[in-house]
């Protein structure tokens, strides 16, 4: 009788394990690209809290943030237009918000739904996303688009070029 139940007890706690959603924090060298028709670059800092695992993404969780002053589009000028109230107002709005509100698997890796939060106006966005692990090597990858006109960024004009292309490559350490 022991003996079953020292293996119904490995089974429930070794089920639990692999339930469980891992933490991660955030590495060194993730980054923040973007291109758009008039500013590409990078933002140079972000935190954030993530609660992933890709066998259970539906009990997954993102929060994360950046600094809107550390835009670099590589001209100096333009950085201080963009952190200005024409483009991030960063100093009223110094922090650009993501806050997911479902993750789902895909045919091609997960997308993330959420909240985005710039200059302080809220709208919701998808991000489609892979993650990859190797050893202790593990990063989320995606690529999407933001509509500027959205968030009162800069003049609209209703077509493509209302929108910015975003690219994130961010490397992770299990919190676990």
């Not at 119904?8 to 469980?20: H, K, R």
């Amino acid at each position: 009788m022991r003996k079953y139940l020292t293996v119904i007890s490995l089974l429930v706690m070794s089920g639990y394990a692999f339930a469980m959603v891992v933490g991660w924090r955030i590495a060194d060298g993730y980054q923040i690209r973007f291109d758009g028709k008039y500013a590409h670059g990078f933002f140079r800092k972000m935190e954030g809290n993530i609660r992933f695992d890709p066998l259970h993404p539906d009990d997954s969780h993102f929060e994360v943030s950046v600094d809107a002053a550390s835009i670099d589009t590589g001209i100096e000028l333009k950085n201080k237009h963009a952190r200005s109230e024409k483009w991030f107002d960063a100093e009223k709005h110094p922090r650009i918000y993501f806050v997911s509100k479902a993750v789902s698997r895909t045919d091609t890796g997960f997308v993330v739904r959420g909240e985005l939060e710039l200059r302080g106006i809220k709208k919701e966005i998808s991000i489609p996303f892979a993650f990859t692990s190797a050893g202790d090597q593990h990063l989320f990858y995606g690529k999407f688009k933001v509509n500027r006109g959205d968030f009162g960024i800069g003049k609209v004009s209703g077509k493509e070029s209302d929108s910015t292309n975003v690219e994130v490559s961010v490397p992770v350490l299990s919190l676990e």
